[in-house]
């Protein structure tokens, strides 16, 4: 999560949707029944949305572009959910 290669796509006229990640979120491995294996981090664990998610998210609304939250798992899309609204 780089809002930095965020902020440098949005610079392009044909830039319509940000993926958040899918085949390497943590909520896809835990789903996997393997969180040994990490992966990216939306939340804390305390449900709290990450701080450059959230910039991010603040981002696409600014632009109007999409956003799919990936391969994430309920533990995570929830607080994004919640989050987007």
């Given at each position: 999560?780089?809002?930095?290669?965020i902020?440098?796509?949005?610079?392009?006229?044909?830039?319509?949707?940000?993926?958040?990640?899918?085949?390497t979120?943590?909520?896809?491995?835990?789903?996997?029944?393997?969180?040994?294996?990490?992966?990216?981090?939306?939340?804390?664990?305390?449900?709290?949305?990450?701080?450059e998610?959230v910039?991010?998210?603040?981002?696409?609304?600014?632009?109007?572009?999409?956003?799919?939250?990936g391969?994430?798992?309920?533990?995570?899309?929830?607080?994004?959910?919640?989050k987007?609204?």
């Amino acid at each position: 999560m780089n809002p930095e290669a965020i902020r440098i796509g949005l610079q392009y006229q044909n830039f319509k949707m940000i993926w958040f990640p899918t085949f390497t979120s943590l909520g896809f491995w835990r789903g996997a029944r393997k969180p040994e294996r990490g992966g990216v981090r939306l939340v804390r664990e305390s449900g709290e949305v990450l701080p450059e998610v959230v910039q991010i998210m603040e981002m696409a609304a600014a632009k109007k572009v999409g956003i799919g939250f990936g391969h994430t798992d309920f533990q995570e899309l929830l607080p994004l959910a919640k989050k987007a609204s």
